[in-house]
């Protein structure tokens, strides 16, 4: 067998073994090239370039489904995709093709992905006038999000593992984030929510004389179509690097993994702590009290280049602080400025008054963008260390199930609760499709405080299991240069079994 045809067949992984190369290159050598890093970009902008943002105005004021009824299908569809996510994610954990563990489901979901999304935003154009309890669209709505959520599972399950196998290299890995994050926001990912804030602004003001349901119609079928072509790309460009064992783990060794793999177990308790925060987006406060969504806008604006510039403070504060002592203090930083708008406001009934709320979330934005590149590049970079220590730890990567066991916990949380806040908005007094600024004050209030203080104390506990995190900075350096090793050794002993291989073949 001839060198070209080893190393073409090492090629498949993207992963190149030479007799003089050290598992340390993995610190140093880049693996991602211009086009594949423009691809996540791409990808990374896709992401947020949609109007999801609005769904509860969609549903709530357009589509108009009852409050008590959307409780129940939130349930049922939650326990279905609890069912789901367990099954997919060990057809997912097992593949093992040519083209990767997880790109065969992305590339292959992607089209019915898109269509579905489409589909969704048509809900009007199908049965519009119709009342919250009419039961044909009931029954479509029930439909679709059923079909949506298996179809849906197949590709976030595999998208959140494939991430963690672009690079084998940690340092390539946080610089890859960090320039998604800092550049997609030049790149215009937000210009549907806010274009969207100034058609609602209009059409609820009758400043023009639009439909809202086929402002929502049109923005959503945009959106969701070029969303789709960009992420579409990403996964054709990209290629998965880091090697899975030959071996397909059992779903038994499954659940070892996720008892083993302490910092998974922390980051769902965490999770979980946390989601016990019942919210609501402050969306609904901009248009219901202060009579404007566009002025989120207007705000966000002074403090757009803070977020830009915050993400030069990642490499300094990573190389003084653990990833830990930043996961904290992010989460500390957040309350703290939620904890000072609601104080602000509740003060002689503030809350109601435009130009001081205006100021006061202005405020927020301002000082909360300072740590916006951190807490963003942290929170995605801890995910895939734990990734990377359960490979340390068990010798496989079971990115599925594990990232299935870390929602699974959450799902059954979030069924209950995500039922419990429909029927929260009615219990406050909510009347769907009302005109802007005529729900009561009682509600206007609740509606307030369900965006600032609420969601941060009923959440507060969360921040707990971040103080054990286990992964110390030595700890991390310690790790990665084994797993190098070990990666290293995998590569020369396949190069050496498939040369023997083809030495008896010919033979």
């Known amino acids: 067998m001839s060198d070209n045809k080893i190393a073409e067949e090492l090629n498949k992984t993207e992963i190149i073994s030479a007799a003089d190369e050290k598992p340390q290159l993995y610190k140093n050598r880049n693996y991602v090239g211009v086009k594949e890093t423009i691809s996540y970009l791409m990808n990374d902008w896709s992401n947020s370039f949609n109007i999801d943002g609005f769904n509860e105005r969609f549903i709530w004021d357009v589509v108009k489904i009852d409050f008590s009824i959307n409780a129940a299908v939130h349930l049922v569809t939650s326990a279905w995709d609890i069912i789901n996510d367990s099954l997919i994610s060990v057809i997912v954990d097992n593949t093992r093709t040519r083209l990767g563990k997880f790109r065969p489901y992305l590339v292959a979901m992607q089209l019915p992905m898109t269509i579905l999304g489409i589909f969704y935003w048509l809900i009007p154009l199908f049965f519009g006038g119709t009342s919250g309890t009419y039961i044909p669209k009931l029954i479509y709505y029930y439909l679709f999000n059923v079909i949506r959520e298996t179809a849906g599972t197949f590709t976030g399950v595999a998208k959140s593992g494939y991430m963690s196998t672009i690079t084998p290299n940690p340092n390539e890995r946080i610089r890859l984030i960090t ?63 880091v090697p899975q064992s030959l071996e397909r783990p059992n779903v038994k060794e499954g659940f070892k993994a996720i008892f083993t793999n302490y910092p998974v177990l922390l980051m769902c308790l965490s999770d979980f702590l946390g989601n016990f925060a019942i919210s609501k987006s402050d969306t609904n406060y901009f248009i219901d009290v202060l009579g404007s969504y566009s002025l989120i806008t207007i705000l966000n604006l002074p403090s757009s280049f803070n977020g830009s510039i915050s993400y030069a403070f990642v490499k300094p504060l990573r190389r003084r602080f ?48 300072w740590m916006w590149g951190v807490t963003k590049v942290i929170n995605a970079d801890l995910w895939n260390e734990a990734m990377d220590y359960c490979e340390w730890k068990n010798g496989y990567r079971m990115e599925a199930t594990t990232g299935v066991a870390k929602g699974l916990v959450l799902k059954l949380q979030g069924a209950v609760l995500g039922s419990v806040t429909d029927l929260l908005m009615k219990k406050i007094g909510y009347v769907q499709g009302l005109s802007i600024g005529s729900q009561n004050d009682h509600t206007k209030f609740w509606e307030f405080a369900l965006c600032t203080a609420v969601p941060t104390i009923t959440g507060a506990l969360g921040i707990v299991p971040k103080f ?5 900075k030595e700890k991390r350096t310690i790790m990665y240069d084994e797993l190098a090793k070990r990666r290293q050794s995998a590569i020369d002993d396949y190069v050496s079994d498939f040369e023997n291989n083809n030495l008896n073949a010919d033979a």
Request: net charge positive; with cysteine; proline share 3%.
């Open 468 to 472: 054990l995190w286990p992964i110390t």
């Open 179 to 241: 320039l998604a994050e800092l550049l997609t926001g030049y790149m215009g990912e937000d210009m549907p929510r806010y274009i969207m804030g100034v058609l609602i602004d209009l059409v609820n003001n009758k400043v023009v004389k639009w439909k809202l349901s086929s402002v929502f119609i049109v923005m959503g079928v945009l959106t969701a179509t070029i969303s789709s072509i960009c992420t579409f790309w990403f996964f054709l460009a990209s290629k998965e690097r």
């Open 322 to 369: 653990s990833s830990k002592a930043l996961w904290i203090i992010s989460d500390i930083y957040g309350d703290v400025l939620n904890l000072g708008v609601f104080l602000f406001g509740f003060r002689k009934n503030m809350f109601k008054r435009r130009l001081p709320m205006c100021i006061a979330f202005g405020l927020k934005e301002w000082f909360g963008k």
